[in-house]
């Protein structure tokens, strides 16, 4: 069992910054990757960036330059650095983890970004 936690997530001007965190615990040596997903009502989850166990990341195009996503592996936890934040932004920010053939869902946190 893995578990998740994501924090960070807040209300925001255009052209801020916030950065969010996704801790883990419970069986975390399996981890193989972790990956920051967004999702706003009405419309399916997308990958916002990932970062795969040897430190390989990939951002979508809409993020990119903007976006960074890095790691503390004291702290087990995965961090979202989002900045020149825009409206088209605000979702609720999830972060997920394949771990032993199951794929484990934090709760969730709401980034709000005011025009």
């Known amino acids: 069992q893995v578990q998740l936690v994501e924090s960070g997530g807040d209300l925001v001007q255009a052209g801020g910054s916030l950065r969010l965190s996704c801790a883990a615990s419970?069986?975390?040596?399996?981890?193989?990757?972790m990956n920051w997903y967004r999702q706003t009502p009405g419309k399916q989850r997308e990958l916002v960036a990932g970062?795969?166990?040897?430190?390989?990341?990939k951002y979508a195009d809409s993020v990119k330059g903007r976006f960074t996503i890095s790691r503390d592996n004291a702290k087990n936890t995965v961090y979202l650095q989002m900045n020149s934040l825009k409206p088209e932004d605000t979702a609720v920010y999830y972060c997920?983890?394949?771990?032993?053939?199951?794929?484990?869902w934090g709760q969730g946190t709401q980034v709000t970004v005011s025009a």
């Open positions: 419970g069986v975390i040596f399996r981890i193989n990757a």
């Open positions: 970062m795969s166990r040897g430190g390989d990341t």
């Open positions: 997920n983890a394949p771990s032993g053939g199951t794929l484990y």
